[in-house]
């Protein structure tokens, strides 16, 4: 446990896996750009950075987990930006949600400083984080890989490697999409059900029950019975990622027309004031057009 390891971004994701670094015995030297939301860390062992080219100065491989490509370019460029004080030979681990594009460009900076970018985005939420249940998708050179799997391992038990740099985050984009389209079934499921004369707690428990409860299905579906006052992910955040999709969609020749239709049902969510909440509000909006009460909310 000799390597420093550095995190940017501490949000709700970033800050649990930085916490099982800690946990694991790692010491770990953080950025946040708000700098309150990395107390609790710095209670357990953090040492929180004024900058991320701070972490980058300590740390042998640096962690990033931020919201957005625009977030991303903000902590890795300029004079005080992760690539000003990377060390020759460091690991950048980037496991951002942003375009393919985006991180191999990161990558081919980073390489011309003398490091090795891992594009690894995962799949789960900060439930599955706190299960020890987190999977990584993996893009980059396998010495690279092999160099990072104990630290990835702390976080998560689940790393597959796709391939090149960029690859990894074309898989995330195509598992995320999924997401938001599993919950647009299952509320369609519920709400036929009950428009059918089943009260909505027996037709979720009833799906919940049967064989198409996915993981993601079984602890995010009931939602639609309580919504939680803090989103797992919220609508905005979502409709980042699908547009990614569509994007990607577009570039490749794919067609993703359940994609397009549940990104104009999370628009309607949106103009109906509910873009704060987690993304199963996608229900909601359903509910409505049903002539059916809302899910409650905490």
């Not at 396998?142 to 490697?161: M, N, Q």
């Not at 707690?201 to 939680?228: C, D, N, Q, W």
């Amino acid at each position: 446990m000799t390597a420093t390891l550095g995190f940017v971004g501490l949000g709700v994701m970033g800050g649990r896996m930085a916490k099982r670094l800690l946990d694991a015995g790692y010491a770990v030297v953080g950025y946040n750009r708000t700098r309150e939301k990395a107390r609790w860390l710095a209670q357990a062992g953090l040492r929180v950075a004024g900058s991320p080219r701070e972490v980058a100065e300590a740390a042998e491989a640096v962690f990033v987990m931020v919201t957005d490509g625009a977030a991303l370019d903000a902590v890795a460029r300029g004079p005080e930006g992760i690539l000003a004080g990377l060390r020759r030979g460091a690991l950048v681990i980037e496991m951002s949600t942003v375009s393919p594009a985006a991180v191999r460009a990161l990558g081919a900076e980073v390489a011309a400083r003398g490091g090795a970018l891992l594009d690894a985005p995962v799949s789960g939420s900060s439930v599955t984080i706190e299960a020890g249940q987190l999977s990584f998708m993996v893009g980059g050179e396998a010495a690279a890989l092999e160099r990072a799997r104990p630290w990835l391992l702390a976080i998560g038990p689940t790393i597959t490697h796709v391939g090149e740099v960029g690859l990894a985050k074309a898989m995330k984009i195509a598992i995320n999409q999924g997401l938001a389209v599993q919950m647009l079934a299952f509320s369609e499921s519920v709400l036929l059900a009950e428009k059918a004369g089943i009260p909505r707690e027996r037709a979720v428990e009833a799906v919940l029950r049967s064989v198409i409860a996915s993981p993601m299905v079984k602890y995010r579906g009931p939602f639609v019975l309580g919504m939680p006052a803090e989103a797992l992910f919220d609508v905005g955040m979502m409709q980042k990622d699908l547009g990614l999709a569509l994007e990607l969609g577009r570039a490749t020749g794919v067609p993703l027309p359940s994609v397009a239709l549940v990104n104009e049902l999370l628009t309607a969510a949106r103009g109906l004031g509910l873009a704060a909440y987690d993304f199963a509000v996608v229900f909601d909006v359903l509910a409505r057009l049903a002539g059916l009460p809302p899910s409650r909310k905490s």
